[in-house]
């Protein structure tokens, strides 16, 4: 019998890595915002039509590409971000596999506009299912523009497995928050079928939570107190027992810089809460680990949103004990917040709004003690002011008497 083993040509190796890689429009929202801020970019919009089904776009303003790179980055395991194995322990990017940009091209009709800031002319290409349709040279702005279309064009089967336009919205909504989160240095712009549903400048941590998820969020947050052991430097807030629901929703955990799910380390969060709140109440945060990158190990998952800690049981601890403190210390006393921004405080209608002065009616010839002596039918009843019953209708006689005492009493002293 003859030999068997062949090697899959590349482009149906690419459908199969693919699989891992791009589950859902979401992913390619995560894949392609990430590359963004690994090419450094300050500005970053998102583009989705149909819930990423026709088109998932992401246009930014970073380094850019020279046209031999726009080819290569398309080839699986091409990439800028790492040269040897070691560098996998000290990352700094989002990116490592190199198979994001290959994964999308297999599966999907993908349009690029990319150029260098010392380039004069950008590289436009045209893939379809792996194949170049189109390269030449183009005018565009210094960045990268990546447009998905028709994710899942040749695969039918992974197509129809897709859900409804709301859900898979939802996840889409769920990755840029998790990323929008862990950057809010940069700014963002998420467009759903041409409407624009964020608009998220550069700011700090508490003023992009309360700008993602609303005005009302900004009370419920108390600060971590900053932890900065040489292991962990731990930051950011969570939120007071008072407001947690029995849902989890707002759960984030970000290592340096990075979405992650541990189901470790939220039992560490959710152990610092016991016995201030219910059993069936989850608890919420929105929390940054910052720790040496040579400690953690991110490629264990092809998604990369687990990850392994060389010191997981002292991080556990260090954690529990942020948390706890953070809550105690805001049990004792409402934490004094000099970070908050007092337009958090103006209604959402008034925001953009000019003040308006105060108006206060003055009628300047009124004159209460004058009011007896003239006719109702004078020129100030028209007024309003006019028309108040005259309440001071005898006040007078309150009075006869005194009038002539006073005077020959004044008359008296001063003689
Ligand atoms: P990875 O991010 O793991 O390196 P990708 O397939 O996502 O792999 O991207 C391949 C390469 O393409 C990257 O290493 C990078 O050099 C380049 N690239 C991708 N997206 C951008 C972008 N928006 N701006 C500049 N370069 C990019
Ligand atoms: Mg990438």
Redesign the pocket.
């Known amino acids: 019998m003859s030999d068997i083993i062949r090697l899959l040509p590349d482009h149906v190796a690419n459908q199969i890595a693919a699989g891992e890689v791009i589950q859902r429009p979401a992913s390619a929202v995560k894949?392609?915002m990430?590359?963004?801020i690994?090419?450094r970019?300050t500005e970053i919009k998102l583009l989705i039509k149909d819930a990423g089904k026709t088109l998932v776009q992401?246009i930014?303003n970073?380094?850019?590409?020279s046209t031999t790179?726009a080819r290569?980055?398309?080839e699986r395991h091409?990439?800028?971000?790492i040269q040897k194995a070691e560098d996998l322990f000290h990352l700094q990017?989002?990116?490592?596999?190199?198979?994001?940009?290959?994964s999308i091209v297999a599966i999907a009709h993908v349009e690029m506009q990319?150029k260098r800031p010392e380039d004069e002319l950008g590289t436009e290409i045209h893939i379809e299912g792996s194949k170049i349709t189109r390269q030449e040279p183009c005018v565009c702005p210094t960045?990268?523009s990546?447009a998905m279309k028709n994710l899942f064009f040749n695969i039918p089967a992974r197509r129809n497995f897709l859900k409804s336009d709301t859900v898979e919205f939802r996840h889409i909504l769920d990755e840029f928050h998790r990323v929008a989160l862990a950057h809010p240095a940069i700014h963002f712009y998420l467009y759903n079928n041409g409407n624009e549903l964020f608009n998220l400048p550069a700011t700090n941590f508490r003023q992009r939570i309360v700008h993602l998820f609303g005005g009302k969020t900004n009370e419920k947050l108390v600060p971590i107190i900053a932890e900065d052991t040489p292991l962990v430097k731990i930051s950011g807030f969570i939120v007071k027992p008072e407001y947690l629901a029995k849902t989890k929703n707002l759960q984030f955990l970000m290592v340096n810089h990075r979405f992650v799910k541990n189901q470790y380390l939220n039992h560490a969060i959710t152990a610092a809460y016991e016995g201030l709140i219910h059993a069936d109440q989850k608890p919420e945060y929105f929390i940054s680990l910052e720790v040496d990158p040579a400690t953690i190990d991110i490629n264990i998952h092809p998604t990369k949103t687990e990850i392994k800690f060389e010191e997981e049981h002292s991080i556990y601890a260090l954690l529990k004990s942020a948390v706890k403190h953070s809550l105690g210390q805001f049990n004792i006393a409402p934490t004094l917040d000099f970070s908050k921004d007092p337009t958090f405080d103006i209604p959402y209608n008034y925001k953009d709004k000019a003040p308006e002065l105060p108006r206060i009616q003055v009628d300047p010839n009124f004159n209460p003690f004058k009011e007896e002596y003239e006719s109702r039918s004078s020129s100030r009843s028209s007024s309003n002011f006019g028309n108040y019953p005259k309440k001071t209708a005898s006040w007078e006689s309150l009075y006869t008497g005194i009038e002539s005492a006073i005077d020959t009493s004044a008359s008296e002293t001063i003689v």
Request: charged content about 25%; cysteine-free; glycine content about 14%.
């Open positions: 894949e392609l990430e590359n963004a690994d090419a970019a992401v930014d970073g380094i850019g590409m790179d290569m980055a398309f091409a990439t800028s971000k990017t989002k990116g490592f596999r190199g198979e994001a940009l290959a990319t960045g990268t990546i």
